[in-house]
């Protein structure tokens, strides 16, 4: 069975565990506080970062490398499409979600949040955090630009972007820092695809010291 290094959290693991059950790979989760720099794990990955996910011999990093060599290996069902444009606007949009939005959202939010108290490396930067809430409003508006024009964010089927995407507002979901009124459309998004079977782990996700919202495994909120 594959094995997951992994922090409930983090968008990054979150996006090859979607991955991983929408290809219906049985795969164990081991959490990872990679902050602690284990020699065991730093073995696994001297980046020192998770993911790291062992499977089929090997050992590998970087979340983006992973699902992509699990699209090349476990083809079926694809979250890449074919063509070469098609795949280029998929690629376009994961680097956007992990690269952009994580460095103007997710680092102001929920590593303010939640990982500085996990961590132990002290209190929110209340600067940071408005930071974070402003620039999310402006990511909302472009994904509801986006789906308008779409059935989903990169095209007319689902797509590795669409599950980057939902990795990071799922983490954020958890600490109640998505405003799902603000667009109606990016609401019926996330709703459908936290309805799919491969959504069912990370919405049992529990982080110690920080409940779950009312309203964070509703299907129907």
Same mark, same amino acid.
């Given at each position: ?131 974070? #809430?402003? $620039?999310?409003?402006?990511? /909302? +508006? &472009? ?6 024009? %779409?059935?989903?964010?990169?095209? @007319? ?7 980057? #995407?939902? $990795?990071?507002?799922?983490? /954020? +979901? &958890? ?6 009124? %603000?667009?109606?459309?990016?609401? @019926? ?15 049992? +996700? ?13 299907? @129907?909120?």
């Amino acid at each position: 069975m594959a094995k997951l290094y992994h922090l409930p959290l983090s968008p990054f693991c979150r996006k090859v565990r979607l991955s991983l059950a929408e290809k219906k790979i049985e795969c164990e989760l081991v959490e990872e506080r990679y902050w602690e720099q284990d020699a065991d794990f730093l073995r696994r990955n001297p980046a020192g970062k998770v993911p790291v996910l062992r499977i089929d011999g090997k050992t590998m990093s970087e979340s983006a490398a992973i699902c992509e060599w699990l699209e090349e290996k476990y083809p079926d069902p694809a979250l890449l499409p074919r063509s070469p444009d098609a795949r280029y606007e998929v690629r376009r949009l994961v680097a956007w979600f992990d690269d952009k939005f994580h460095h103007e959202v997710t680092s102001k939010l929920l590593y303010e949040r939640v990982n500085k108290k996990i961590m132990k490396t002290g209190f929110p930067d209340s600067g940071n955090v408005k930071a974070g #809430a402003k $620039a999310i409003k402006y990511h /909302l +508006d &472009y994904m509801a630009w986006l789906l308008d024009h %779409r059935r989903w964010l990169a095209g @007319d089927v689902m797509t590795l972007a669409d599950f980057a #995407a939902a $990795a990071h507002l799922s983490s /954020l +979901d &958890y600490i109640s820092d998505v405003d799902w009124n %603000r667009s109606a459309v990016v609401k @019926d998004w996330y709703a459908k695809i936290k309805s799919r079977p491969a959504f069912r782990s990370i919405l049992a +996700d529990q982080v110690p010291g920080f409940p779950q919202p009312a309203h964070y495994a509703d299907l @129907d909120f």
